[in-house]
């Protein structure tokens, strides 16, 4: 009742003042409230630097920090004739990378139908740490985009913590940071005007992060180093094309030879990735399994479009079957319309902004309500239903009104990509689960949590019953 009574609250301000609330605050000066997803987007492309800038405000102050204690430069001047080379003979394979990085989240998707076969006791229910697992697999399937490693990170509970890539020591960081990043960003804020317990602790998990990251950086700069040599060796001879082109490079590796970044950029935008980016796909398959559990002919016709696309359980999954799944995506944007992975976020502003032809000063505290606009009538017809229909249209406006198209999940040349990549990791996962079983929730109600990334606020004891078909 009470979250219910702070949406009615902010929806109220909206229906009375209008899209844009400006408001006057005791401590934080000028304030305003947004909730359409073109003011959301207008603030992080407008009050943002060129690549080393986090997303959020918390996450920004611990790099700063971080970078004071860590030092994580690399040597390599990337503007030598050699490397030129190397990006001029890699650069017309760039189309291939995102076809590549399917193969890599479609791996992680089968590791969590194991999971799913493993933890489900007689009745069919999972365990109450399921959600636990949904985090291990988005994170799964982004490190094995962002560093081509071949491991599943459900099964890395006994892994050898001192090997050079450390699955738990990463998830638990990546854990870490995320609970004391909820913590700063939710309501009142004083780390803004002193150190907090969770400002500490956010900045040791940043740390260990960067850490971690930096080991990565040092591999791919030695990777990117043979390669070069290879190409050099041959006289820039690429006749076994798949051996020697860009889509055999890895995200980082991209980042280093394409982007122009330094090492410090690219571990800003990879921290980001590695806590936004896991977070929001691990939000938005629990409360999409939830709703197709809850909605039964909706998981009917899904199960239907899987079939076609899968005849056979052990079918190949790829790409082009995943791009025709048209229900599919319809789901995913009508559960992250009811579920917004990041429902309430805030933003102190660096720079002079332009919304809707107001010019809003810096130093103004932003406050962005994404949950607000998905349930207003005026937009979306019966908005507390599910509904995936309503987005199988090719209305322009209905595909923006995306809630996923208004927040970056990390600066620069990387974060369309990365948002793509998220929505196939969700696809692809769903695809073979609904293939698999047929998905029932007989509890009650469960609502999203006020945290900064939203997560189910109960167990999801979802019963996954093996499909004989």
């Not at 990041?342 to 962005?368: A, C, E, H, W």
Request: glycine share 4%; net charge neutral; hydrophobic share 35%.
């Amino acid at each position: 009742m009470c979250k219910k009574k702070k949406k009615q609250s902010l929806n109220k301000l909206f229906n009375k003042y209008g899209p844009i609330v400006n408001l006057q605050g005791p401590l934080s000066g000028n304030i305003i409230l947004l909730h359409k997803p073109e003011h959301l987007s207008a603030v992080f492309e407008q009050d943002s630097l060129p690549f080393i800038r986090s997303v959020l405000d918390s996450l920004e102050l611990s790099r700063q920090e971080a970078e004071e204690k860590i030092s994580i430069a690399l040597p390599t001047d990337w503007n030598t004739p050699e490397w030129n080379h190397l990006r001029k003979l890699t650069a017309d394979s760039m189309i291939l990378e995102y076809d590549k990085f399917f193969e890599f989240v479609d791996l992680a998707g089968d590791s969590l139908i194991s999971v799913i076969k493993h933890c489900k006791n007689g009745q069919n229910t999972v365990s109450d740490d399921f959600m636990e697992e949904i985090k291990r697999w988005s994170l799964d399937g982004l490190s094995r985009v962002l560093f081509t490693k071949s491991l599943s990170l459900s099964e890395s509970k006994n892994w050898n913590s001192n090997t050079l890539y450390e699955p738990d020591k990463l998830f638990n960081a990546v854990q870490e940071a995320s609970n004391y990043l909820t913590k700063c960003e939710k309501g009142f804020q004083p780390w803004r005007i002193m150190v907090t317990p969770s400002l500490v602790g956010l900045g040791q998990a940043y740390r260990t992060l960067s850490t971690i990251l930096s080991k990565q950086l040092y591999q791919a700069e030695m990777s990117l180093k043979h390669k070069n040599d290879v190409l050099i060796k041959s006289g820039g001879q690429t006749s076994n094309s798949n051996n020697n082109n860009n889509s055999e490079l890895t995200l980082i590796e991209n980042m280093l030879l394409f982007d122009g970044m330094t090492s410090e950029e690219i571990t800003c935008n990879l921290i980001d990735i590695l806590i936004l980016g896991s977070g929001v796909a691990s939000s938005a398959l629990g409360f999409l399994l939830y709703h197709l559990a809850q909605n039964v002919k909706a998981q009917q016709k899904l199960s239907k479009e899987g079939k076609e696309i899968l005849p056979e359980k052990t079918t190949k999954l790829n790409i082009q079957k995943l791009h025709s799944m048209k229900y599919m995506q319809a789901c995913i944007k009508e559960s992250m319309r009811l579920n917004t992975p990041y429902p309430l976020f805030f933003r102190l502003l660096q720079n002079d902004i332009f919304i809707s032809n107001y010019i809003v000063p810096k130093g103004t505290y932003v406050v962005m309500d994404s949950r607000v606009f998905g349930m207003r009538e005026q937009f979306f017809e019966e908005p507390d239903k599910f509904i995936p229909e309503r987005w199988l249209n090719d209305d322009k406006w209905m595909q923006n009104a995306h809630a996923f198209s208004s927040f970056p999940l990390c600066h620069g040349p990387k974060s369309d990509l990365i948002k793509r990549i998220i929505e196939m990791q969700l696809c692809a996962c769903v695809a073979k689960i609904i293939r698999n079983f047929e998905i029932e929730y007989h509890f009650g109600e469960i609502v999203g949590t006020e945290n900064f990334i939203s997560f189910p606020e109960k167990p999801l004891k979802l019963n996954f019953i093996d499909r004989n078909d």
